[in-house]
């Protein structure tokens, strides 16, 4: 996690793929229905990240729950954005549901499939990013 909140914060698209193994599944809550392979998801991260100009986001976390064995580990937490502008001014922030499954490649924990999602309003059936 920490690994993660460093590559988002610095922008670095490199660092962020590399937490992912090659042929991860990404159930994002953005746009499309998945992202297939760590390339695809390496595009997304620069999409991302290229738009946000001068600013950056402070990722955060809480009510982290990991379950792990020796083949494979799950990670359930509620994962806030924060977008800070060049200055540092708190700029407006999301929050989603994260669920990570990592498997160890080579000696090291990778990302094989991770789910974002957030509850729908019922009445506005919009996604509600707000705890």
Request: aromatic share 12%; with cysteine; charged share 25%.
């Amino acid at each position: 996690m920490e690994a993660y909140a460093a590559a988002v914060l610095a922008k670095d698209a490199d660092a962020f793929a590399a937490l992912y193994e090659r042929d991860v599944r990404v159930f994002n809550l953005w746009a499309k229905w998945s992202d297939d392979g760590v390339e695809a998801w390496r595009a997304m991260a620069v999409d991302w990240f290229g738009s946000l100009g001068s600013e950056c986001v402070v990722v955060g976390w809480d009510d982290v729950r990991t379950h792990v064995t020796s083949e494979l580990a799950v990670l359930e937490a509620f994962f806030t954005y924060q977008a800070v502008s060049a200055e540092g001014a708190k700029l407006r922030a999301m929050s989603n549901r994260l669920t990570w499954v990592l498997k160890p490649v080579n000696g090291a924990w990778k990302i094989i499939h991770e789910h974002t999602s957030a509850p729908v309003d019922a009445t506005s059936m919009r996604a509600v990013l707000k705890r």
